[in-house]
Protein backbone atom coordinates (compact mmCIF):
# COMPACT_ATOMS: atom_id res chain seq x y z
CA UNK A 1 0.00 0.00 0.00
CA UNK A 2 1.06 3.66 -0.94
CA UNK A 3 0.05 6.78 0.75
CA UNK A 4 0.02 10.00 -0.66
CA UNK A 5 0.06 13.93 1.63
CA UNK A 6 0.21 17.07 -0.08
CA UNK A 7 1.24 20.24 1.23
CA UNK A 8 2.03 23.82 0.26
CA UNK A 9 -1.26 25.25 -0.72
CA UNK A 10 -2.62 28.41 0.40
CA UNK A 11 -3.87 32.19 -0.55
CA UNK A 12 -2.29 33.80 -3.12
CA UNK A 13 -2.74 36.90 -5.52
CA UNK A 14 -2.89 36.48 -8.87
CA UNK A 15 0.85 36.45 -10.69
CA UNK A 16 2.40 34.99 -7.75
CA UNK A 17 3.79 31.08 -7.46
CA UNK A 18 3.46 28.78 -5.18
CA UNK A 19 5.16 24.88 -4.68
CA UNK A 20 3.06 22.38 -3.85
CA UNK A 21 5.04 18.83 -2.21
CA UNK A 22 3.57 15.36 -2.58
CA UNK A 23 5.05 13.07 -0.18
CA UNK A 24 5.08 9.24 -1.02
CA UNK A 25 5.39 6.69 1.73
CA UNK A 26 4.99 2.75 2.16
CA UNK A 27 5.60 0.57 -0.67
CA UNK A 28 7.24 3.58 -3.08
CA UNK A 29 9.42 1.43 -5.38
CA UNK A 30 6.17 -0.18 -6.80
CA UNK A 31 5.25 3.12 -7.92
CA UNK A 32 5.97 4.13 -11.66
CA UNK A 33 4.35 7.42 -12.38
CA UNK A 34 2.94 10.69 -10.67
CA UNK A 35 0.82 12.88 -11.61
CA UNK A 36 -0.98 16.12 -10.11
CA UNK A 37 -5.07 17.05 -10.63
CA UNK A 38 -7.02 19.66 -9.09
CA UNK A 39 -11.12 19.87 -8.78
CA UNK A 40 -12.85 23.21 -8.73
CA UNK A 41 -16.17 23.93 -7.25
CA UNK A 42 -18.56 22.65 -9.03
CA UNK A 43 -16.08 20.90 -11.60
CA UNK A 44 -15.09 17.62 -12.65
CA UNK A 45 -11.23 16.75 -11.11
CA UNK A 46 -9.32 17.50 -14.27
CA UNK A 47 -5.39 16.87 -15.05
CA UNK A 48 -3.01 19.01 -14.62
CA UNK A 49 1.02 17.67 -14.70
CA UNK A 50 2.35 14.29 -14.44
CA UNK A 51 5.26 12.86 -14.62
CA UNK A 52 6.52 8.90 -16.07
CA UNK A 53 10.07 8.16 -14.28
CA UNK A 54 10.62 4.33 -15.57
CA UNK A 55 9.56 6.20 -19.83
CA UNK A 56 11.42 9.46 -18.75
CA UNK A 57 7.88 11.73 -19.95
CA UNK A 58 7.10 14.69 -18.86
CA UNK A 59 3.34 15.90 -19.87
CA UNK A 60 0.84 18.76 -18.98
CA UNK A 61 -2.65 20.12 -19.50
CA UNK A 62 -2.49 23.26 -22.13
CA UNK A 63 -3.95 25.51 -19.36
CA UNK A 64 -0.73 25.33 -17.55
CA UNK A 65 2.23 24.86 -20.09
CA UNK A 66 4.88 27.32 -19.53
CA UNK A 67 3.38 28.31 -16.11
CA UNK A 68 3.23 24.84 -13.62
CA UNK A 69 6.55 22.33 -13.77
CA UNK A 70 6.77 18.89 -12.01
CA UNK A 71 9.84 17.31 -10.79
CA UNK A 72 10.82 14.50 -8.48
CA UNK A 73 13.10 13.81 -5.36
CA UNK A 74 13.73 10.29 -5.89
CA UNK A 75 15.83 10.08 -2.82
CA UNK A 76 12.34 11.85 -0.84
CA UNK A 77 9.95 9.89 -2.92
CA UNK A 78 8.25 13.34 -3.08
CA UNK A 79 6.93 15.30 -6.08
CA UNK A 80 6.58 19.17 -6.22
CA UNK A 81 4.65 20.94 -8.23
CA UNK A 82 5.62 24.60 -9.20
CA UNK A 83 2.81 26.91 -9.73
CA UNK A 84 3.78 30.14 -11.42
CA UNK A 85 2.29 33.33 -12.65
CA UNK A 86 -1.20 31.89 -11.09
CA UNK A 87 -4.61 32.76 -12.18
CA UNK A 88 -8.15 32.78 -10.17
CA UNK A 89 -9.04 29.74 -12.72
CA UNK A 90 -6.15 27.75 -11.20
CA UNK A 91 -8.20 27.96 -7.67
CA UNK A 92 -8.86 24.37 -6.92
CA UNK A 93 -8.25 21.73 -4.22
CA UNK A 94 -5.27 19.64 -5.61
CA UNK A 95 -4.43 16.60 -5.83
CA UNK A 96 -1.25 14.33 -6.42
CA UNK A 97 -2.15 10.79 -7.78
CA UNK A 98 0.64 7.57 -8.02
CA UNK A 99 0.57 4.95 -10.83
CA UNK A 100 1.85 1.23 -9.84
CA UNK A 101 1.71 -0.01 -13.61
CA UNK A 102 4.73 0.01 -15.37
CA UNK A 103 4.18 1.60 -19.11
CA UNK A 104 5.28 4.20 -21.68
CA UNK A 105 2.67 6.69 -21.46
CA UNK A 106 1.85 9.96 -20.28
CA UNK A 107 -1.10 8.87 -17.29
CA UNK A 108 -3.52 12.06 -17.46
CA UNK A 109 -7.11 10.28 -16.54
CA UNK A 110 -8.27 9.55 -12.85
CA UNK A 111 -9.32 6.03 -13.74
CA UNK A 112 -5.42 4.76 -14.53
CA UNK A 113 -4.40 6.22 -10.95
CA UNK A 114 -4.00 3.86 -8.09
CA UNK A 115 -3.34 6.06 -5.21
CA UNK A 116 -4.52 9.82 -4.28
CA UNK A 117 -3.77 12.15 -1.73
CA UNK A 118 -6.42 13.95 0.55
CA UNK A 119 -5.75 17.06 -1.59
CA UNK A 120 -4.91 20.46 -0.58
CA UNK A 121 -6.67 24.20 -1.53
CA UNK A 122 -5.06 26.41 -3.50
CA UNK A 123 -6.73 29.60 -3.77
CA UNK A 124 -5.70 32.60 -6.03
CA UNK A 125 -7.05 36.09 -5.32
CA UNK A 126 -7.92 38.66 -8.48
Known amino acids: QVQLVESGGGLVQAGGSLRLSCAAS????????MGWFRQAPGKEREFVVA????????CSADSVKGRFIISRNNAKNTVYLQMNTLKPEDTAVYYC???????????????????WGQGTQVTVSS
Open 97 to 115: AAVRSRGTTCYTLTHEYDY
Open 26 to 33: GRTSSLYA
Open 51 to 58: INWSAGRL
